[in-house]
């Protein structure tokens, strides 16, 4: 279990780092993305794309701090990471059952509409968040070894990449 949570806080770190600095390069087209979420709220509430937007980075790079963080620190990451990414699957679900037209610039770049693309990227990471949370609760003080720590930093490298171009490759596969 040790290299499951390993994996999980170290992935899920990665993700929402590289989330957060994604979205501090393009800041205006991640306003326009939470702009558009608001826009379903009421014309009142897109006064507060900016400073949404500029909350949703921070917790996303505090979220992905903590993970990195000591036990404690991290155990209270994986709580955030959860609602993140909960949030996060639920807006997509929320977009695509609405089909409310919202560019997702998640990873600070528009690419495709906010929808079923992003529901089966983001349901895999709340799993991985809730088996870390489960697992932060079961885990063992055991030392990890050396070579399986390599390689949860491999995999967690892996799905990083994967989530962070998930739009990417989810177009190429598609392209005739």
Not at 7 to 31: E, F
Not at 149 to 155: D, F, I, N
Request: glycine letters at 8%; hydrophobic letters at 60%.
């Amino acid at each position: 279990m040790t290299y499951v949570l390993l994996t999980a806080r170290l992935a899920l770190a990665g993700v929402l780092l590289v989330s957060a600095v994604a979205k501090v390069r393009a800041l205006d087209d991640t306003r326009a993305m939470v702009d558009g979420l608001l826009r379903r709220i009421g014309p009142g509430a897109r006064r507060l794309a900016r400073p949404a937007a500029l909350a949703l980075i921070a917790a996303e790079a505090v979220t992905g701090l903590a993970l990195l963080g000591p036990a404690t620190a991290a155990q209270l990451g994986l709580v955030a990471a959860t609602a993140l990414t909960a949030g996060f699957t639920a807006m997509a679900v929320l977009a695509t059952v609405t089909r409310t037209e919202v560019a997702c610039a998640c990873f600070g770049r528009p690419t495709a509409r906010l929808g079923p693309r992003h529901i089966v990227r983001n349901a895999p990471l709340l799993g991985l968040a809730v088996l870390g949370l489960w697992g932060s609760a079961v885990a063992s003080g055991t030392s990890p070894a050396l070579p399986a720590v390599v390689l949860c930093v491999l995999t967690a490298a892996l799905i990083t990449a994967v989530t962070a171009f998930f739009d990417d490759i989810a177009d190429l596969l598609a392209t005739p």
